[in-house]
Nanobody
Framework: QVPLGEPGGGLVQAGGSLRSSCTTSGRTFSNYEMGWFRQAPGKEREFVAAITWNGGTMTYADSVKGRFTISRDNAKNTVYLQMDSLKPDDTAVYYC?????????????????????WGQGTQVAVSS
């Protein structure tokens, strides 16, 4: 059973906003870093954003910096990705990921190989 669920994708016009959420069930990652990655058709999966266990440090890909915001609510076992000023290049399947190896790490990682738990993905499409 995949413990990461990701509602919140959809279709939006360029310049619009979407908010994706990722809720864990059956397992808690409140003491571990979590991240968002995306994969566009014909491209490799790429890092979008990551956040430490307590929300103290966030890291972003240059392509989304200033437009996307990652946050988490450990009481709700949920991590969010607020996407503003969306561009057609943001069109992709977005995946939530969680680590379970580095307890209370203070520096989130950007390589997808470091994350052992993955959601099934949610489609985000941005029209021009």
């Amino acid at each position: 059973q995949v413990p990461l669920g990701e509602p919140g994708g959809g279709l939006v016009q360029a310049g619009g906003s979407l908010r994706s959420s990722c809720t864990t069930s059956g397992r808690t990652f409140s003491n571990y870093e979590m991240g968002w990655f995306r994969q566009a058709p014909g491209k490799e999966r790429e890092f979008v954003a990551a956040i430490t266990w307590n929300g103290g440090t966030m890291t972003y890909a240059d392509s989304v910096k200033g437009r996307f915001t990652i946050s988490r609510d450990n009481a709700k076992n949920t991590v969010y990705l607020q996407m503003d000023s969306l561009k057609p290049d943001d069109t992709a399947v977005y995946y939530c990921a969680a680590d379970s190896t580095r307890y209370r790490s203070t520096s989130p990682r950007i390589n997808y190989e470091n994350y052992g738990w993955w959601g099934q993905g949610t489609q985000v499409a941005v029209s021009s």
